[in-house]
């Protein structure tokens, strides 16, 4: 279900996208999707926006590239599986 929102959002835009319209695109059930989409808003992977008549909208968090640490060890794990 991820990347079916990350297909149809992105982090500027609030765009609206029922919660009926994935589940039938999935083959989910509606309650599912409800869940999952809570679950997604609760750890801001997505923002909730505002109502458009009794849909609401949604977009994608803006995530900050972070520069690795000084620590060498650090950096490999970017690369490499961490021990």
Known sequence: ???YFFGKL?????IH????EIAEALG?????VSR?????CDKRIIIKGPKTGRAI???RVRF????????????????????
Request: positive net charge; hydrophobic residues 35%.
């Open 36 to 40: 999952a989409v809570k679950l997604l």
């Open 64 to 83: 900050k590239v972070m520069r690795p640490l000084q620590n060498p060890d650090y950096a490999a794990c970017f690369s490499t599986p961490c021990q």
């Open 10 to 14: 992105d982090s500027e835009n609030f």
């Open 28 to 32: 989910l059930q509606k309650s599912h």
């Open 17 to 20: 996208l029922p919660q009926t």
């Open 57 to 59: 909208t949604y977009r």
């Open 1 to 3: 279900m991820l990347r």
